[in-house]
């Protein structure tokens, strides 16, 4: 096991200072233990502004009980964990009433904005949300990556003639290790697992059930492990449902607080316009691909094996993997944008499509294998073709050595050059 020496710095950061420039409330959410208060206090530093942690007792019965004198004056007000109080979003909109100033106010939370009751009217034209997401391949190893910038700009650019040395073990072991700074300082393997064991239990012993009184609690680790074995796969709440003895509806309800906490995501079925054959139903993605892995039982030496289980569940893997770098780079870009995935019912499939505002679209498919056959192309190539011009381009990542031109507009590129 390598040991993780220390993130160099977090590219959302940078994103987070600029849009203060222009908006007068930023809300920095996404799964707890990723470094968001890391970053709250860094912002704080750089433009003189002071933190307010919810997470301290003591402070926050004074934020319930006065949240308006708690936030006064002129100065930069960061606020940790605001979902703890969701009435300080009030104090904040007349706060803001009295004037707005860009920058005013920094708040991170560990559920989703839209979550809390009331709280997606409260600030609404006032507000900018943004993900911050485990760390990314990068961002681990000290390296700027600016991969699917550079592929919307000019996907021939990204074909180097440099040959990929990361291995199917590598691959596997930057997988089963994920993206949360402490799991990936922990000393050993069996460390890590016990600390991602305990981060997902507290999180649904915790953020899940302040979210929403729930009647069947104990079946939340169930459905989660279920959904873990879904990662990659479209989105079958009735199977996970029928699994564990429980109703359908209540599940769909559980499944939505599971991804309000950020344990998991949904990736939209994308291009409905496109054919009437094109199908509807989301994919779901475990946020951080160690979860999945922790959640699955899958270790490093099982993911190895080259038997037909263990290649099937390291190529689910894999492309919740290669999707969740893909949407970490993806939050840091300038242009707005969607995120999906589009399949057909003729058994087209393309695991992540990103559609820029222009209609501008580019398409990537995640191979498991060193060697990518000319009909794995198929349906990246039917989109290319249906899409005609505002096909910018299509990668497909794979775990082979080298990277080329495979036709018009189609690249088969090694994954790691998405951080290398």
């Not at 009751?117 to 990314?136: F, I």
């Not at 919307?152 to 596997?172: G, K, W």
């Not at 769909?252 to 139903?281: D, I």
Request: contains cysteine.
């Amino acid at each position: 096991m390598t040991q993780f020496a220390g993130m160099k710095s977090r590219r959302i950061l940078d994103v987070a200072l600029e849009h203060m420039l222009d908006d007068p409330v930023v809300i920095l959410e996404g799964p707890r233990s990723v470094g968001k208060s890391t970053l709250l206090s860094e912002i704080a530093r750089k433009r003189g502004g002071r933190v307010i942690d919810l997470d301290d007792p003591a402070t926050l019965t004074a934020m319930l009980a006065d949240p308006a004198t708690q936030i006064a004056g002129d100065q930069l007000v960061c606020i940790d964990e605001y979902q703890k109080a969701p009435l300080v979003l009030d104090a904040i909109k007349a706060e803001l009433n009295r004037g707005t100033t860009p920058g005013r106010f920094v708040l991170t939370g560990s559920a989703s904005h839209e979550s809390l009751p009331g709280a997606a009217q409260a600030l609404t034209g006032r507000l900018d949300r943004l993900e911050v997401l485990p760390l990314s391949q990068g961002e681990i190893d000290g390296v700027y990556e600016d991969w699917l910038e550079r592929f919307l700009s000019d996907p021939h650019a990204c074909v180097s003639p440099e040959l990929s040395s990361t291995t199917r073990e590598d691959y596997i072991n930057r997988i089963v290790a994920g993206g949360f700074p402490l799991a990936l300082a922990a000393s050993s393997d069996a460390a890590r697992n016990r600390w991602l064991k305990n981060y997902v239990s507290l999180t649904l012993a915790r953020d899940v059930v302040e979210l929403s009184a729930i009647r069947h609690g104990a079946l939340l680790p169930d459905l989660l492990a279920r959904l873990a074995a879904q990662t990659a796969h479209v989105l079958n709440v009735e199977k996970a449902a029928k699994d564990i003895g429980l109703e359908k509806n209540t599940a769909a309800r559980y499944v939505s607080l599971l991804e309000q906490v950020f344990l998991l995501y949904r990736l939209p079925a994308w291009g409905r316009t496109l054919s009437a054959r094109t199908a509807r139903l989301p994919k779901v993605h475990m946020m951080d691909s160690a979860v999945a892995a922790q959640q699955m039982r899958l270790t490093a030496t099982k993911l190895a094996r080259r038997d037909a289980p263990a290649l099937t569940e390291f190529g689910h893997l894999l492309e919740t993997f290669v999707v969740g770098e893909l949407k970490k780079q993806a939050s840091w870009l300038p242009d707005a944008h969607s995120l999906g995935h589009w399949r057909t019912r003729d058994d087209n499939e393309v695991d992540f499509v990103l559609e820029r505002d222009d209609g501008c679209v580019v398409a990537i498919e995640i191979k498991a294998g060193t060697r990518v056959a000319g009909q794995e192309l198929r349906s990246i190539s039917h989109l290319r073709d249906k899409l005609g011009e505002a096909f910018l381009g299509g990668a497909v990542l794979y775990l082979g050595q080298r990277s080329y031109n495979f036709d018009d507009r189609i690249f088969v590129i090694p994954v790691d050059r998405l951080w290398t």
